[in-house]
């Protein structure tokens, strides 16, 4: 089946780059997202890349999208303590309602 | 704004209970979701439903049921809760129509623990 793969922990310094990445083994993949948890809180959606995209920029979010090797990336520019959180990578399969989700990644923001 | 609740955000019920966790989502989304969250695990689909009284099995939906009587609401039940099934608990709704990438709108969650 499906299966999606990230890192679980990631330490920044305030004012870095931040980079979270993401594999996946589904070649069929339509939609890929990035979803941000808060602490105690449901995930929202933070972007989407459509799966015939290689970038997408939204602001301070940079979403790198490599087919070839199934892997996609997340890069917030200038992290901020208020991103501290878990993000959670997501792809879903053309033809199926269902989005498999990754494990998520505990990002620390050091102030 | 899409607005997906959940029936509780904290419940603490005994082993052989019978559990109802209620969602309700308000943007006439076609798809529900039922996840459980679980440290080191992410999330884990446990069933969904396309339609009003249609429901799919996910990857883990042994000792769970579901139903979905109106489409707004889609109830989770747990027959007879065991301590394997303290965890948190996600709603997540979607729409189905072309156009919308069928993102996920979660719930706050409910964390559920069995004694």
């Known amino acids: 089946g499906e299966d999606v793969e990230q890192s679980l922990f990631l330490s920044v310094r305030e004012g870095d780059s931040s980079v979270i990445n993401c594999t996946y083994t589904d070649s069929s993949s339509t939609y890929l997202y990035w979803y941000k948890q808060e602490p105690g809180a449901g995930l929202q959606l933070l972007t989407y890349?459509?799966?015939?995209?290689d970038m997408k920029q939204d602001q301070r979010l940079t979403v790198l999208l490599n087919k070839k090797d199934k892997h996609l990336s997340l890069r917030i520019a200038d992290t901020q303590t208020g991103d501290s959180a878990i993000y959670f990578c997501a792809e879903k399969a053309g033809g199926y309602q269902k989005v498999t989700f990754g494990t998520g990644t505990k990002l620390q923001v050091i102030p | 704004d899409v607005k997906v609740t959940q029936s509780s955000r904290y419940l603490v019920k005994r082993t052989g209970e019978k559990v109802f966790l209620e969602c309700v989502q308000d943007m006439d989304h076609e798809n529900m979701f039922w996840y459980r969250q679980d440290p080191g695990l992410g999330l884990r689909l446990i069933y969904f439903s396309y339609d009003v009284k249609m429901k799919e099995k996910g990857d883990i939906p042994e000792g769970y049921s579901v139903s979905r009587e109106k489409k707004e609401r889609f109830s989770l039940i747990l027959e007879s809760a065991s301590t394997n099934q303290t965890s948190m608990y996600l709603c997540?709704?979607?729409?189905?129509?072309?156009?919308?990438?069928?993102?996920?709108?979660f719930g706050p969650g409910t964390r559920l623990l069995v004694l």
């Open positions: 997540a709704s979607s729409s189905a129509l072309a156009g919308s990438q069928e993102t996920q709108y």
């Open positions: 890349i459509f799966s015939n995209m």
